[in-house]
């Protein structure tokens, strides 16, 4: 897209942080390093900057991942007849995560998540908000939080979304939550593997930017009810917000999406598939400043097919998050970047032999793994425990509150505060509601 | 002192009055076609002086605030804006002829009249209702789509029917039975948590227009003993609930149980009486004065743009109306036609206040007190259906939660989507509300970057564009002068003809960009444009 020239990257960074910020650029991203934060918003316990959750749509089996079972025999594990060891000893993983297994003093493994529920919809809403399901509010999930915050400090200028979701947007429940439309994620759409990845709105295939800019010019020229009423401050929105995604079209930051920015061997490492290329601009936009970047990685909810679908999709997992691990702390970013592997259950142990599923595995809300690295929780290590043949927790439970208090905890944010309703009140962070089953907050790796 | 767009006061009047001048005769200068606009925008002739009610109490308000009402719009615009408010779409190529050729000096009353009996009428009214009674099926509302179905048929039923607003609330607040066959008990369903206290907020939200925060906790105290003896219990059907009222929680008492309205007036509840019907009676009682205003507001606020008491649904005492005239002579109105809904619209929708320019007039502040009309956004719901509209693209609408799954008839359209749970990225984009809460800002009509990215530049959009048959059709000008193309195409997307100045500047895009892209590309610009989008 050509040579970044300093008029071109004032236009297109709202409130000139060309200025501001500590500038270099390679493969075209701009190495924004957004201002110090404010107080009483994010406190001076803070670790992490930026956050990319890897969410498993659907929910990954943990026997099958983080936490094999080979001795609870066939009907448990199925194909996994052994687990791989990795280069952290007492730490095994499933066989076909090769890769990860050389990362592993990079991660932590959680083997005892546990919240009961096995509805897609509450158990999701649960994983991803700390919250339980039921009461009033709708409580925003992290990412939303942290649009908030970073977006409620003067420091975050930088133009791109705080909160992207690669690609389509979650669907089993509402991320922004009483917080708003305001905080809910940029969802790109498009394919990042493909030939172009469409951005929704910022690259258009089979349009030239030449047209577009001429027709922009159309619409300017022939607003006419716009020029009509032009003392009206409702007219004047609407144009401002057209202006700024104008700005946001044509601009450089457009470029931070865009894979094929990158060598091809990195590309080709990272996996060219949809998830592998995921990861590679997640990558880039964390390297960027975004706070949170979700990648939806779909097709986890493996009721029927299961043995198939894991062929395909742990090989893309495991070259897909063993290659951003290494990039981000080659690249000195995995300090400050929290980057976590997980869904919203995992999937029944016992393997249901029986029509219809004829080998597949159904949710799982009693116990499940999730993987966890950099943003300064510690690595090599593993916490919680089930037993013989990960049917339940056996030693340190892990609620959904114990590992979402931990993430605010390490982003800086106090568990314990609060965060403004838009109606004008406060509500803690923290649920009223006590889990059944928790341990406290992730004590061990922090 | 003025109340401003924000409801709050202005001291700055005067000033602003100037800035207004200097930027009037500052504007006229650049954009030179004003004349021509005027004529496309208003109407030309002298306005004769109205003596509908309304106009009456709101020119005298003007008159004491020193300012000039608006002109009235022209026909074009008074179509769109009716057939937006009233039937949720943009009128048609022939209706638009149809009405502008008609010479006859009540045409504008007769069209409100013809489009209020039409079924989309009724369709958006519901739409309404299903905000305000927060009808969704999944958390943290939970009616579950079944019945979120037999509850949008019986409101549909009840519009349909012409039940008045009154009876529409007693039944309501005093049905008994199961939620899929006495659809009205929903209403005590659809929210969380359940509990006497919280029914009784639901209640003065959605029917008195009176907010969790505006009464003290012996208010609400008071009030939830009315629906302290709900219950409910399930039966072997699935997900099915009855709600009931339990006689045993104040039968067991020896004496009647004295209870307290919100109004401070007490009554006395006999130990087998249902309190809810004692509530109702007391809320529906055509002295009551919670019922109407509340919802003379809310339809008030969603024909004018702007409310009489800010807020819309903060009725309190130290939040007075802009006009406690303007507000007394519509509740009369309201309650003399026995609230019936479609009356009260089709008062509303007569008056010359309706039809005003949605330029502020020459020298005048350019703050409502509905010297003019408000411009604001189409909802997310109108707007995806004005698109598909021109487009051709069906709307298919499923929800996946929970299963089995449901599926919307694909030309449907996003109006007749009853369920709050069931919606898309465009419509969130656009503001639908999450029916969580039920207040009538949940709906954000506001602009954002993200609605400008997505009409500006997505893929869905401009596949869409330049895909649609119907839209191939529309620009196809074999056989036909390029002028009436245009002209099909700014009636079809703008509900009116194009301008001069605007067929010049088309003209010289064409030459140089060529035909094949000219005619998509202001097809885009037009429905990108503020007078696609926004209500004016």
């Known amino acids: 897209m050509g040579t970044l020239t300093r008029r071109k990257l004032i236009h297109s960074t709202l409130g000139g942080l060309a200025a501001a910020s500590a500038l270099g650029h390679s493969n075209g991203i701009l190495h924004a390093v957004p201002k110090a934060p404010s107080e009483g918003v994010f406190s001076t316990k803070r670790r992490a900057k930026s956050v990319i959750q890897i969410w498993l749509w659907g929910g990954a089996c943990h026997l099958d991942t983080f936490d094999p079972k080979p001795e609870a025999g066939p009907e448990y594990a199925g194909p996994f007849t052994h687990s791989l060891k990795t280069n952290v000893p007492g730490i095994h993983i499933n066989p076909k995560f090769p890769l990860l297994a050389k990362q592993a003093h990079r991660y932590s493994l959680i083997r005892s998540m546990t919240h009961g529920n096995n509805s897609h919809e509450t158990a999701s809403y649960m994983v991803q908000t700390g919250h339980p399901a039921g009461g009033k509010l709708v409580h925003p999930c992290l990412g939303a939080v942290l649009s908030h915050h970073t977006q409620s400090q003067s420091g975050y200028s930088l133009g791109l979304p705080p909160y992207i979701v690669m690609t389509k947007a979650q669907g089993r429940f509402s991320e922004a939550g009483f917080l708003g439309n305001k905080h809910k994620p940029f969802a790109t759409g498009g394919n990042p593997a493909a030939s172009v990845f469409a951005v929704d709105g910022i690259i258009s295939p089979g349009i030239t930017e030449k047209r577009q800019k001429a027709r922009l010019d159309l619409l300017q020229k022939n607003d006419q009810l716009a020029h009509f009423l032009n003392q009206n401050a409702t007219v004047g929105q609407n144009l401002k917000a057209r202006q700024e995604a104008y700005d946001f079209c044509f601009g450089d930051l457009g470029n931070v999406f865009n894979p094929k920015m990158e060598k091809e061997a990195t590309r080709e490492a990272y996996g060219t598939q949809t998830f592998g290329q995921s990861c590679l601009v997640a990558r880039r936009l964390v390297e960027a400043g975004v706070p949170y970047v979700t990648i939806n990685f779909t097709g986890w909810d493996t009721h029927k097919k299961h043995f198939e679908a894991m062929n395909t999709k742990l090989p893309q997992l495991d070259q897909g998050v063993a290659m951003l691990l290494q990039d981000l702390d080659e690249r000195g970013l995995l300090q400050d970047t929290i980057v976590w592997v997980g869904g919203e259950f995992g999937r029944t142990p016992k393997i249901q032999q029986l029509a219809p599923w004829n080998g597949g595995r159904s949710h799982f809300g009693a116990v499940f793994s999730t993987l966890i690295a950099g943003g300064g929780f510690q690595s090599g290590q593993i916490v919680g425990a089930t037993d013989a043949r990960g049917m339940e927790v056996a030693d340190r439970p892990v609620s959904p509150w114990d590992f979402m208090g931990s993430l605010y905890t390490r982003l800086g944010i106090d568990p314990s505060g609060s965060i403004p309703h838009p109606y004008g009140y406060s509500v803690p962070l923290k649920p009223d509601h006590k889990y059944k089953q928790s341990g406290g907050f992730l004590h061990e790796i922090m | ?536």
């Open chain 2, 1 to 536: 002192m003025i109340i401003n767009d924000q409801g709050t006061a202005n001291l700055l009047q005067p000033l602003l009055c100037l800035r207004f001048v200097i930027a009037f005769v500052f504007l006229s200068h650049f954009t030179g076609n004003t004349k021509e606009s005027q004529s496309i925008y208003e109407r030309n002739e002298i306005e004769n002086s109205s003596s509908h009610l309304l106009d009456i109490i709101i020119e005298s308000e003007l008159i004491s605030r020193n300012c000039q009402p608006a002109p009235l719009c022209s026909d074009y615009v008074f179509l769109r804006r009716a057939y937006l408010d009233l039937n949720a779409r943009a009128p048609s190529i022939s209706e638009i002829s149809e009405f502008t050729q008609k010479s006859s000096a009540h045409k504008r009353e007769n069209i409100i009249q013809e489009l209020i009996r039409r079924p989309r009428f009724e369709h958006y009214q519901v739409l309404k209702l299903c905000d305000l009674l927060r009808v969704k099926s999944e958390f943290p509302i939970k009616l579950w789509p079944n019945a979120v179905q037999a509850y949008e048929r019986w409101l549909y039923d009840a519009i349909h029917l012409g039940l008045s607003w009154q009876e529409m609330v007693r039944q309501l607040l005093t049905s008994s039975g199961s939620n899929f066959r006495q659809p009205a008990v929903n209403f005590y369903r659809a929210l969380s948590p359940r509990t006497p206290k919280s029914w009784a907020q639901a209640v003065a939200l959605s029917f008195m227009g009176v907010r969790p925060e505006s009464f003290t906790e012996k208010q609400w105290d008071n009030m939830a003993v009315f629906f302290s003896t709900i219950k409910s219990k399930s039966t072997l059907e699935w997900k099915e609930e009855i709600i009931y009222h339990d006689r045993d929680v104040l039968g067991d008492k020896s004496s009647p149980t004295q209870a307290y309205f919100p109004d401070g007036s007490s009554v006395m509840i006999p130990a087998d009486a249902d309190p809810r019907v004692i509530f109702a009676e007391w809320l529906t009682a055509d002295e009551n004065p919670w019922l109407a205003r509340a919802f003379v507001n809310r339809i008030w606020t969603s024909l004018l743009g702007s409310p009489i008491i800010p807020g819309v649904d903060d009725l309190r005492e130290d939040n007075p109306p802009f006009s406690q005239e303007l507000m007394d002579i519509l509740c009369q109105q309201f309650v003399t036609n026995k609230t019936n809904i479609k009356k009260l619209i089709h008062f509303i929708c007569t008056s010359h206040t309706y039809q005003r320019s949605s330029r502020p007039a020459a020298g005048s502040p350019s703050f409502p007190g509905f010297s003019h009309y408000t411009v604001r956004r189409l909802e997310a719901e109108v707007l995806i259906d004005c698109v598909s509209q021109l487009t051709g693209m069906p709307q298919g609408y499923t929800s996946q939660v929970p299963e089995p799954f449901t599926y919307i008839p694909a030309n449907l359209g996003a109006v007749r989507l009853n369920d709050g749970t069931i919606t898309n990225p465009f419509l969130e984009l656009f503001g639908r509300p999450p029916r969580d809460t039920g207040r009538y800002d949940e709906r954000d009509n506001e602009p954002s970057k993200k609605q400008a990215l997505f009409m500006l530049n997505s893929t869905k959009l401009n596949t869409a564009l330049t895909k649609s048959k119907r839209l191939k059709k529309l620009i196809a000008t074999k056989g036909k002068k390029d002028k009436q193309t245009l002209n099909k195409i700014y009636l079809s997307i703008l509900s009116r003809p194009p301008l001069g100045n605007e067929i010049e500047n088309y003209n010289s895009y064409r030459k140089k960009q060529g035909n094949k892209y000219a005619l998509q590309d202001i097809v885009w610009a037009l429905i990108n444009s503020t007078e696609f989008s926004y209500k004016h």
